[in-house]
């Protein structure tokens, strides 16, 4: 079974600096998708950012950006400049077309921002 | 695009009533799933629509638990008979068949007295 493990239950950032977050999951498929979604104190869950696992270049939105390494399995999203605004759970996920979708989430890492 | 709609976005409710969530999904898109967040179990997925055919609901707690889509644009989630470990967040999503992203609804904050 797929599982998506994030290490870093919580972490802080000053405003304007760089933070990276930290994901890595577990596949035997060689074509899957990764995200990174957000959930501010409003609760609604956002798309940050989307990466298909054929593609070598990491994806880029803004000042977000993801270090997509396959055969670590690795991916991590760094928020360059951080704002206020970022403060919020973010979680990493996988998805996969087997029969369907399977999606799955991490366990989510508490991003505050530090004015 | 409204995005993905859900109703009630609170519900309190007594232990042993029945308790439905509403969700609309996206226009156009052929998947919808089902999710519930707590703090201690984070985000599970309960149960998993593709075209209006349910494709995997081993998340389903128990039998209290029960999920139909009807029609292309419309799925409940019923609760019956409703418990206080019930109470959380309850998401809708629905993704198209193009890019597997899921676009999550504002959610439902059950409460179960």
Not at chain 2, 69 to 98: G, W
Request: net charge negative; aromatic share 12%; glycine share 4%.
């Amino acid at each position: 079974a797929q599982t998506v493990t994030q290490s870093q239950p919580e972490m802080s950032v000053q405003e304007a600096e760089t933070v990276t977050l930290s994901c890595t999951y577990d596949t035997s498929e060689s074509d899957y998708y990764l995200f990174w979604y957000k959930q501010p104190p409003s609760r609604q869950m956002i798309l940050v950012i989307r990466q298909e696992a054929y593609k070598q270049q990491n994806a880029t939105e803004n000042r977000f950006s993801v270090n997509f390494q396959k055969a670590a399995k690795s991916f991590s999203l760094k928020i360059s400049d951080s704002q206020l605004g970022d403060a919020a759970m973010y979680f990493c996920a996988y998805n996969v077309m087997d029969y369907g979708q399977n999606f799955v989430f991490g366990p989510g890492t508490r991003l505050s921002v530090l004015p | 695009d409204a995005g993905v709609i859900q109703s009630p976005r609170h519900e309190v409710t007594e232990m042993g009533q029945e308790v439905t969530l509403r969700c609309k999904p996206i226009s156009g898109h052929n998947s919808l799933f089902w999710y519930r967040q707590t703090m201690m179990r984070g985000l599970e997925l309960l149960i998993y629509f593709n075209n209006n055919v349910p494709i995997d609901d081993s998340g389903m707690p128990e039998d209290r638990f029960s999920a139909k889509m009807p029609n292309a644009s419309f799925s409940t989630l019923k609760i019956q008979p409703s418990e206080p470990r019930d109470s959380a967040v309850y998401f809708c999503a629905s993704s198209p068949a193009t890019n597997f992203v899921q676009y999550f609804g504002p959610g439902t904050r059950l409460t179960v007295t």
